[in-house]
């Protein structure tokens, strides 16, 4: 699947494989040292935030997920 952003699709391609790759290797087998695929993942999400940007696709309201948010109110 391509990104919103043309220019972002190679990047988005290089996490993903990234991505795969520590779950498949790492993550599965208990390794949960680090986060390799971190500053692709910032490098990707910058672009996609400029993508955004340039092609005016509203995002007012919308929330997202990630390290800073906190959890949600109606958790249990």
């Known amino acids: 699947m ?7 699709t190679e990047l988005k391609r ?3 494989q990234c991505f795969n790759r ?3 290797e ?3 087998k208990g390794e949960n040292d680090g986060d390799p695929c971190g500053q692709l993942f ?3 999400q910058l672009c996609v ?8 696709i509203p ?3 919308l929330e997202f997920m990630g390290p800073s ?4 109110e109606n958790s249990s």
Not at 49 to 56: L, N, P, S, T, V
Not at 69 to 72: D, F, M, N, Q, V
């Open 14 to 16: 290089e996490y993903d």
């Open 22 to 24: 520590w779950f498949a």
């Open 26 to 28: 790492k993550f599965l």
């Open 42 to 44: 910032k490098r990707y």
């Open 59 to 61: 995002i007012e309201g």
């Open 69 to 72: 948010k906190g959890k949600a």
């Open 2 to 8: 391509n990104s919103v952003g043309e220019a972002c």
């Open 49 to 56: 935030q400029k993508a955004i940007k340039e092609k005016d």
